[in-house]
């Protein structure tokens, strides 16, 4: 049997890239583990006045003013409660450092793009865009974020398109 037959896998599809994992309320979300730079426990950062809720506000990383969003405000989870797990994921998205608030971070894993199914249309309901699909690994369902379509998006406004 060749390549060129139906039902083969190509090259790309068996390279696996790792993901952080990490947890908002009940779920579970996966993010690149490229994007990652830094993963700090949660001070409390320094105010901006008129920020939307979502921007907690702004900490000094080593000279670098680094805004940080809270992801559970961004996604509406009911209860946004600081715990000693709280942590914040410093992301390094398009040349621009942002840090965002979790709840816990978990583990990293690798995927190959095979894993990763697209997500169901939910059509006008809620914007899906930011979803790169869903996973199972390990009886665990993952919620695989394009984090950089996220912090580039119009109402974050933290940072031009991403590339």
Request: charged fraction near 20%; hydrophobic fraction near 50%; charge should be negative.
């Amino acid at each position: 049997m060749d390549n060129s037959q139906a039902g083969t896998v190509a090259d790309e599809d068996l390279v696996a890239s790792e993901f952080l994992t990490f947890t908002l309320g009940a779920e579970e979300y996966a993010i690149d583990i490229l994007k990652v730079q830094e993963i700090r426990g949660y001070e409390a950062p320094t105010l901006i006045a008129n920020a939307p809720p979502f921007i907690k506000g702004v900490i000094n990383l080593r000279g670098i003013i680094v805004p940080i969003v809270d992801l559970r405000i961004k996604f509406n989870l009911a209860q946004v409660e600081y715990t000693p797990f709280t942590v914040v994921i410093i992301l390094n998205v398009a040349s621009r450092v942002i840090g965002a608030v979790v709840d816990s971070v978990s583990d990293v894993i690798s995927m190959t793009p095979q894993q990763i199914r697209p997500a169901p249309d939910f059509s006008a309901s809620f914007d899906t865009k930011y979803i790169l699909g869903l996973a199972t690994v390990d009886n665990r369902m993952l919620i695989v974020t394009d984090i950089a379509q996220l912090m580039s998006s119009r109402d974050m406004e933290l940072m031009d398109a991403a590339e």
